[in-house]
């Protein structure tokens, strides 16, 4: 196993992955994972109860998120939430709605030398509102940070 810091640029696709793919090789393995865990916490971080006056938001505060979904310890990838990005529907049923659809986290001092450079996530969620999975042809959305 190398280092992930010395072998970045190489995970990341530079060389098309040669000798990376078959058989996977464990750095790029991890490389994945760590990319799909951030991408399923954008969409298991939204309220999705009905009844919640929040219903659509943040589940959880910037600071706190990767340690509230479980990313934090024992993860040398340490990131931090600096925004959410929120998207507003265009129905007549529910004017004004707003939910948040992802976020964009830059991995902190300590992540940025296991990564090997400063690691910047913009991250989307999929279809988990009511209103959301709509056809699309039905649905606009308004983007705003």
């Known amino acids: 196993m190398g280092s992930t810091a010395a072998r970045s640029r190489q995970l990341s696709g530079e060389n098309d992955w040669e000798g990376l793919l ?32 929040n219903y659509g938001q943040p589940r959880y505060a910037k600071g706190h998120f990767f340690s509230k979904v479980g990313l934090e310890i024992g993860n040398p990838y340490k990131y931090v939430v600096k925004r959410y990005l929120y998207a507003t529907p265009k129905l007549r049923s529910s004017p004004g709605l707003s939910s948040v659809m992802g976020y964009v986290a830059v991995t902190t001092d300590e992540g940025s030398k296991v990564m090997g ?22 649905v606009n959305l308004h983007w705003y940070t």
Do not use: M, Q, W
């Open 117 to 138: 450079r400063r690691d910047v996530l913009i991250l989307f969620r999929g279809a988990v509102l009511g209103y959301e999975k709509l056809d699309s042809t039905k």
């Open 22 to 53: 078959n058989p996977l090789d464990i750095d790029r393995r991890r490389y994945i994972i760590h990319y799909g865990e951030r991408a399923g916490a954008s969409r298991d971080a939204v309220i999705t109860e009905r009844k919640s006056n």
